[in-house]
């Protein structure tokens, strides 16, 4: 089973003072953290500073994005490669903010995937439906789309190791999760796609995590799923003891499996 991993998309949220209270608090309380990964995804503009304060604590920093073409022409735009000269590891792609509000494609990710794995960074890719997607039964086509154009051209060995978001787009900062059940259907249903693709081996280590209002009122639950190997958290990240409270559920749960 794949180690889990919980991490904080901290959005266009705090100001450079609160980032820097959370993760000094994040680190200090997290020393000696065991069978959990953990990261935090700041703004672009806190990530030198949050990198710093987290080096050498375990925890991971991660951008929210990246533009996909090395470098360039691109004002306002980002590149990997400043992410990795700065200390970051992961990266979130196509996250539904991006999909929906600034309009990327499955082409557009799909780049950006394949220039964050050539760089060495690990990227944390996110998929999911929209409401009236799911009211049509279309859930399982979506995902099935966005997989595979998001994949295309990956190296085998790039696929394993790979994380995968689902986060249903109307799960996402409303307050109204996807039960356990509804949420394990779909990740199975995207292990099975990647069992198909790329083997029961790869399949196995690629960590699929689920995003969309997660509390610590749902966490157990959630990690209860035998499909969910980690939480893509956004709202409950950026308090200390709500994220906190997420973490040290996924270890007590690797202690007591349901
Ligand atoms: C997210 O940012 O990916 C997210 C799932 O947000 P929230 O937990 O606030 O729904």
């Known amino acids: 089973m794949p180690r889990p991993f919980i991490v904080g998309n901290w959005k266009m949220n705090l100001s450079l003072q609160e980032a820097r209270i959370l993760a000094t608090a994040l ?15 700041p703004a672009f503009v806190f990530l030198m500073e949050i990198c710093s304060i987290l080096k050498g604590s375990g925890i ?8 996909w073409e ?15 000269e700065i ?10 903010e991006r999909r929906h509000v600034f309009g990327e494609i499955d082409q557009v990710i799909n780049a950006k995937l394949r220039l964050a794995f050539a760089l060495g960074l690990r990227p944390i890719f996110c998929l999911g439906e929209k409401p009236e997607e799911r009211e049509s039964g279309r859930t399982f086509q979506v995902v099935d789309r966005q997989l595979k154009a998001g994949l295309e051209g990956l190296e085998i060995e790039e696929v394993s190791l790979l994380t995968i978001a689902y986060e249903p787009v109307w799960a996402i900062g409303t307050g109204k999760n996807a039960t356990p059940a509804q949420a394990e259907e779909v990740h199975s249903y995207i292990r ?13 280590q690629v960590r ?12 157990a639950e959630l990690l209860a799923q035998p499909e969910i190997n980690g939480l ?17 559920m996924a270890m007590e749960q690797l202690r007591s499996p349901i």
């Open 232 to 248: 893509l958290v956004g709202g409950a990240s950026l308090k200390e003891e709500t994220f906190l409270k997420i973490v040290s």
């Open 27 to 41: 680190r200090k309380r997290l020393v000696g953290v065991e069978g959990v990964d953990v990261g935090v995804c």
């Open 60 to 67: 991971f920093v991660g951008a929210q994005n990246m533009h």
């Open 87 to 96: 200390g970051c590891t992961h990266v979130i792609l196509g996250h539904s």
């Open 70 to 84: 090395r470098k360039g022409a691109f004002t306002g735009e980002v590149s990997g490669e400043m992410l990795k």
């Open 192 to 204: 099975g796609l990647l069992k198909k693709a790329y083997g029961e081996e790869v399949s196995s």
């Open 208 to 219: 699929i995590q689920y995003g969309g209002s997660v509390t610590p009122q749902n966490t």
